[in-house]
Each structure stands twice: as structure tokens, then as C-alpha cells.
């Protein structure tokens, strides 16, 4: 299922220009690290859990508020 904005907008990334390309890289990259933990030991997906939110946060610039935790 696609995301929308509240104004009904998605995202299209089909296509090989640079932008198109590195922004699929990255989120593969994102699901690479959320997939490396050992599947018996919650301790190892929290650790990759965490990973993966810190690398997308740092590659999209995201900052957290400090009200919307």
C-alpha cells in the first residue's frame, strides 16, 4: 500500500535519473540493515531496528521535535 499525504499526493521513484536512483539505494540499503539480526533474540531486532531508524533519520535529514518524540 502506497503512502498518500493528506492531500492525496505518493511518491513516484520508476525511473533512472541520479536523484531516482540514489533515493532507492538508500531506502535498500535501510532494508539491508533492518533485516541483519538474528531472528531468536529480540535484543538483536531492537539493535537493528534502531540502526535503520538512525540511518534514514541521518540520510533524510530528519529531526526529531522536541514534543513529537
Known amino acids: 500500500m502506497k503512502y498518500k499525504n493528506k492531500d492525496g499526493i505518493e511518491l513516484n521513484y520508476e525511473g533512472d535519473d ?17 533485516n541483519m539480526y538474528d531472528r531468536n533474540c529480540k535484543i538483536s531486532m531492537g539493535m537493528a531496528m534502531n540502526n535503520t531508524r538512525k540511518f534514514l533519520k541521518e540520510n533524510f535529514n530528519i529531526v526529531r521535535e522536541k514534543n513529537n518524540g
Open 18 to 34: 541520479s536523484h531516482k536512483v540514489l533515493v532507492r539505494e538508500v531506502i535498500s540499503e535501510a532494508i539491508k540493515i533492518l
